[in-house]
T-cell receptor, first 113, second 113 residues
Framework: SQQGEEDPQALSIQEGENATMNCSYK?????LQWYRQNSGRGLVHLIL?????REKHSGRLRVTLDTSKKSSSLLITASRAADTASYFC?????????????FGKGTKLSVIP | EAQVTQNPRYLITVTGKKLTVTCSQN?????MSWYRQDPGLGLRQIYY???????DKGDVPEGYKVSRKEKRNFPLILESPSPNQTSLYFC????????????FGPGTRLTVT
């Protein structure tokens, strides 16, 4: 079942601008993960945020998690052409289901030089 | 180098001809899984394995088989492929289930005619 849903589906920005992508989900989670995929290639892990965390940073990436709203956001600051990719959130349910990840359909980000 | 490898990377086959896509990881991970990625549908989990000889169905297991006889290998078997199994397939591994980041293979693009 599809749980994480990203918004927007596509985003086009100029180099140097910030990009924000959102992810909504439906049930209680153990953690939420963000991945990047360059066209047709394997996914690369960006950040994992656990249900008891509210914000995490990694370089130019900032992820927030609001469990009361069942939503997360990924902010990429000072974007570069190399950030052009699709971005996916994946949710891991709490409890016995922590072996299953459910991915959203992704946000396609285009950064224009 | 720590990695997940998949073979073949590209495969064109005909309906009904059994095939196997191999997946191997060199990180001593307990958890491995298979996903398929289709346009507009994102990634959907096919099967996963918590450890050797322990496997379970994901969201779309119909038409697929898996086995986990050794920790490093997790092959995906299509006994009688059909055109609706044309897709991009990814194998992933992690130290232990969804509570850790997933390491993805480069993908196998399968076309069934």
């Amino acid at each position: 079942s599809q749980q994480g849903e990203e918004d927007p589906q596509a985003l086009s920005i100029q180099e140097g601008e910030n990009a924000t992508m959102n992810c909504s989900y439906k049930t209680s989670i153990n953690n939420l993960q963000w991945y990047r995929q360059n066209s047709g290639r394997g996914l690369v892990h960006l950040i994992l945020i656990r249900s008891n965390e509210r914000e995490k940073h990694s370089g130019r990436l900032r992820v927030t998690l609001d469990t009361s709203k069942k939503s997360s956001s990924l902010l990429i600051t000072a974007s570069r052409a190399a950030d052009t990719a699709s971005y996916f959130c994946a949710t891991v349910p709490s409890g016995a289901g922590s072996y299953q990840l459910t991915f959203g359909k992704g946000t396609k980000l285009s950064v224009i030089p | 180098e720590a990695q997940v490898t998949q073979n073949p990377r590209y495969l064109i086959t005909v309906t009904g001809k059994k095939l196997t896509v191999t997946c191997s990881q060199n990180m001593n991970h307990e958890y491995m899984s298979w996903y398929r990625q289709d346009p507009g549908l994102g990634l959907r989990q096919i099967y996963y394995s918590m450890n050797v000889e322990v496997t379970d169905k994901g969201d779309v297991p119909e038409g697929y088989k898996v086995s986990r006889k050794e920790k490093r290998n997790f092959p995906l078997i299509l006994e009688s492929p059909s055109p609706n199994q044309t897709s991009l397939y990814f194998c992933a591994s992690s130290p232990r289930g969804g509570t850790y980041e997933q390491y993805f293979g480069p993908g196998t693009r399968l076309t069934v005619t």
